[in-house]
């Protein structure tokens, strides 16, 4: 619907089911017996092989072709020290980005939206570290986790359509 390439298998569809050597459709396929048992692993591997070799393709294909797509360079998020106890530094840089405006399309190099947030391991939002505009460059904030217990946290950055995710331990 927007444009962009994708995969679709179908396992009753060319090549899978010519005669041999070509793999035969699956009589168990979407019945009561496709189980786990009934599974041909050699196909399930070459088609997983043939998805990532495509999958590869595409992202690979030429950066132009994707249309109107707002692609941040130099979006860079980490943290030290890490594993850490029990503060960290969250250092993160935000890139110059095209963006659409009413007058054309117009590089924004002040006032780009940031929002980093830290999650537990379940996904639990712990708090907001940075919710406003920032402008292009290098920037830090603390993250002081004296409250929480040791353990899996993710702090992901967030600009514009682009999120980039960090994994931060603590040690207590």
Same mark, same amino acid.
């Given at each position: 619907?927007y444009?962009?390439?994708?995969?679709?298998?179908?396992?009753?569809?060319?090549?899978?089911?010519?005669?041999?050597?070509?793999?035969?459709?699956?009589?168990?396929?979407h019945? $009561? *017996?496709?189980?786990?048992?009934?599974?041909?692993?050699?196909?399930?591997q070459?088609?997983?092989?043939?998805?990532?070799?495509s999958?590869?393709?595409?992202?690979?294909?030429?950066?132009?072709?994707?249309?109107?797509?707002?692609?941040?360079?130099? $979006? *860079?998020?980490?943290?030290?020290?890490?594993? $850490?106890?029990?503060?960290?530094?969250?250092?993160?840089?935000?890139?110059?980005?095209?963006?659409?405006?009413?007058?054309?399309?117009?590089?924004?190099?002040?006032?780009?939206?940031v929002?980093?947030?830290?999650?537990?391991?379940?996904?639990?939002?712990?708090?907001?570290?940075?919710?406003?505009?920032?402008?292009?460059?290098?920037?830090?904030?603390? $993250?002081n986790a004296?409250?929480?217990?040791?353990?899996?946290?993710?702090?992901?950055?967030?600009?514009v359509?682009?999120?980039?995710?960090?994994?931060l331990?603590?040690?207590?």
């Amino acid at each position: 619907d927007y444009g962009y390439p994708a995969i679709l298998l179908m396992e009753n569809e060319r090549p899978w089911n010519n005669e041999p050597p070509n793999y035969l459709r699956n009589p168990h396929y979407h019945t $009561f *017996s496709d189980t786990i048992g009934t599974l041909n692993f050699d196909q399930v591997q070459l088609v997983a092989k043939l998805a990532l070799a495509s999958i590869a393709e595409l992202t690979i294909g030429d950066p132009t072709s994707v249309k109107d797509e707002l692609i941040p360079a130099n $979006f *860079s998020l980490s943290a030290y020290p890490n594993p $850490f106890n029990p503060s960290t530094t969250i250092v993160y840089s935000i890139p110059v980005v095209d963006v659409p405006s009413l007058a054309g399309r117009d590089k924004l190099r002040e006032g780009q939206k940031v929002v980093i947030k830290i999650y537990d391991i379940l996904g639990n939002e712990i708090t907001t570290l940075v919710d406003e505009q920032k402008s292009a460059g290098a920037h830090n904030v603390k $993250f002081n986790a004296n409250h929480l217990a040791s353990g899996v946290y993710y702090a992901t950055l967030q600009i514009v359509n682009q999120v980039i995710t960090s994994k931060l331990i603590l040690v207590k």
